[in-house]
Each structure stands twice: as C-alpha cells, then as structure tokens.
C-alpha cells in the first residue's frame, strides 16, 4: 500500500481529450472509475490515472471527490440504488447503475444543493453513451429524494453489514473479533474523508515558519504528533499544491511520519529503504540525515521511477534498485545500520485513503501477505549489522500481518531484540506498536523496532534459503 493522499494535491494536468472531443464529465468520470474498481476489479488509482485525463483541469477535483466517496459508502448506496430500481439494469446498463450510486453519494453524503446534484448527473447518461437512461436515472434520484424515510426502513428490516457498515461482512467480522473495544471507531474513520495531513521538509523550513504561514493567511493549521507533522483545513489545498511542487511540504498521514521517525536514521550511517515506492519514507529518511548512505529497493520498477521522482523534487540522493527484498538478503554483499520494512500488506488501515481495497481485498489474501512478511523479515534481517537495527511496518491493522508475525519472526532468529517505541505508537501489543484508525489520530499502521544483538543468526533452519519462507504468522 502506499501513502498517498486522494487526489486533491495532485497538480491540474491539461486534458488530454481531442480537438473537437467534449471533456468527460465529473459525474460520468466517477461512475466510470466506480465501474472500474466494483465491477472490473481494478485498482483506484489505476483507473483515476486512465480516466482523470478525460476531464477538464477544474474539474478533476470533483470527479475525484466523487469516485473516493462513492466508494467508501459503496455498501450503504448499493442497498439503497437497488431498492429504488424496479428491475434489474441488464448487464450494458451496469455504467449506469454506478451514475445511480455517484448521484446518491451526492445527495446522501455531501453538500451539494439537490438541485446541482440532478441534472448534471442526469446529463452524465450522455457521456456514457447511454442517453436513454436519462428518464430513469432522473427517476430513481428523485425517488430517493421524496422517499427516503421509507425506503430507508424497508432496507433496514434485513440489512446486513454491507448496508449498516458498508464494509464487506469479513472484514467487519476481523475487525470485530480482533478489536471489540474499538472496531466501531475504526469503521467510522476509515469511511470518512481522511485529514490533509503533511510533513514540513524541514530541510528548507521548520515547522513552526510553516504553521505560521498558512495562519498568516488564515487558514486551519495544526501541529500532529509526529515532530514534522500538520494538518491542514481543506481550503489549503492549492497553497499545498505550490508546496508541494517545490519540495517543502509532502502529503503524508502523521502515523506513516512515525515510521522514519523510529528508524532515526542519522548522517554517514548506511540505511536500507527495502520496500521504497512511492518513495514517501525514502524522501522522509533523507530529509532527517541528508548524509546518510540511502539505498532504496523495490521490487516495482515503474514505481521505483515515482521514488526518483520524489528525490529530484527534494534535490536528495539514493541508490535506487529493483530487486525483491524477499531474496535480497541471500546475495546483497553489504551490511546496513539500519533497515527499514515498511511492508506490503493488506491495507486495511488505510480504508479511507483506498476505499477500493474494500472492493478488491479477498480474506484469502491475508495469509498470503503473511507469507510474504515472514521472507521478508527473514531475508532483511541478514542485511543489519550487528547493533543495527531494523523497523518492521505496515498499514495493517490485523494482528497475523503485525504482532503475530513478529512473535513468530522472534522464536525463530536468536540475534534480535525488541524496543518498545512509546506510547507516541499506539496500543502495546507485546510484540510491537499498533495505531488504529479513528482511535490515535491517523492511519492505522503498525511498529516494530528490532535490534540485531549479535547472537547465532537465523535460527530458522532454512538461513541460505529464500525460497524456505514457513507458513503464516
Ligand atoms: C507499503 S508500500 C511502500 C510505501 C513506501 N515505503 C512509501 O513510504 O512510499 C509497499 C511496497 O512494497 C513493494 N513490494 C512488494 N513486494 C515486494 C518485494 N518482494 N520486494 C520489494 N518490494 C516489494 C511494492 O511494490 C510497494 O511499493
């Protein structure tokens, strides 16, 4: 998963469409990235990217914000579109049904006046080439306008958590299971818009100079837990942008801050970014020890470019390599002083950010991603020097990719330690830090700081080979 921040700070690119072609819609734009993701099964931002194009500049923000909140309440307004239907939309109509769900998002979640909502998403029927949908799309809106109450009760009376939630039932029955004090809190963030959260380059100015300026104007701006950290009202969003493009300032959720802030790189040390794109922790490690030797890997060379990409803005260095970190402790000849995990996982403490891995997420994935942070653990691990250290990270919030995998990882090597990093990181779990969406103020992400002790290595039996990667946590 990554850390980037729905669309907003994107910069406002031209459109891309043909001399005499119209720009798509906004509403049209949504309910075809809606398509994408529920249906065709695509990642988000692999669709905005095709689809973001297609639409004028000034209006990319809408059809942003429109994709990203139909998404997030996608359970709730696909019980309620198909009560409002009659019968069911035949398989071509499918573009249509998303127009539904964009046009119920509009009147159910946001501020829009109904009657700026109606039209224009009547009119998107034309953009997506179904102009004889207009007479039912108008009809279901205004059904929901003039019924809403009732509907709403007849849903109700055999609703299931998808409509309750709009969470899929796995994942609700996890985090119920995993966090009964908390789970409601964590579904209630993780279907809110998240919090424009950013991280000062202190590099080119300090907090406080940052804080000031956008006060100065008299906008929201607030200091977060971690050291470089704000948070911004939402009507900064294109001063952030100019910060953005010029390195001052990057979009990055407090608890994501946390992770580079535990590994505390330093000037001259040799540190390992293993799983380095987009290049968020990377850009974060150079700004705290614009000296120390970086080298960042990952195993995706197209979202390796994005982490150079990030470098250049900040005019840092780092030797950049696509390799996958499962296997690159078996032959990489250095040693380094500190390493940083930040894991592929789940993403599940993310929701808010990538409302379509709620889509796209299948139960079964969770051991899968298991198995592949136990090799990276394992593998990584032969690359810290004795006395160095390793941070393991992910923005899960289930116990098997976080805590558990640790306390495995710890029975099976007899050279490491672990430090508890605080009560800054969240919920002690005995095996690491976790901080959970809507309880500690950001994205849900998990901490474990592991100091190499200089014992007898890798106790797993299967040290030469990467291949040997034992079960799930
Ligand atoms: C959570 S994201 C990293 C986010 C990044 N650290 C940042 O702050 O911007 C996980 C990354 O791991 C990469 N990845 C997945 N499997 C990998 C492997 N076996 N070896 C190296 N990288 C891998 C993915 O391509 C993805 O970029």
Redesign the pocket.
Known sequence: ????PEDQTRPANKAVTKPGEKPLSPRAAAARAVRAVTMDKRSLDAALAEILPLVTPKDRGLAQELSYGTLRHHGHLFAIARALLWKPLEYQDRIVFCLLLVGLYQLEYTRIPDHAVMHPTVEAVHDLGRPRSGPLTNAVLRNWRRKREEVLRAIAADAGPDFRFAFPPWMLKRLRGDWPKHWENIVRYSNERPPLCMRVNRRQWTRDDCLSHFRKQNFDANPTAAEDGIVLGRRTVSKVREAIATGQMAV?DTS?QL?AALLAPKDGEEVL??????????G?ILEMAPKAKVTA????LF?LFK?KQ?LALRKSKAALFA??????GYWWPGKFDAV?L????S?LGVLNRHPDIKHLRRESDIAEYAK?QQ??LRSLWRLVAPGGRLVY???SILPEENNLQIKRFLRLVHDASIEDPGDDYGIDTGHGRQRLPGVHGGDGFFYALLRKTGGDGDGGGDGDNPGGTGGGA
């Open positions: 998963m990554t850390d980037k990055q994501a992770a970014d293993a799983c380095a794109a987009p290049g968020g922790k990377t974060h890997a990952d195993l995706n979202r982490v990030v390799a996958d970190a499962a296997e690159l940083l930040d894991s592929p996982c993403g592949l090799a990276l990270v992910t923005c």
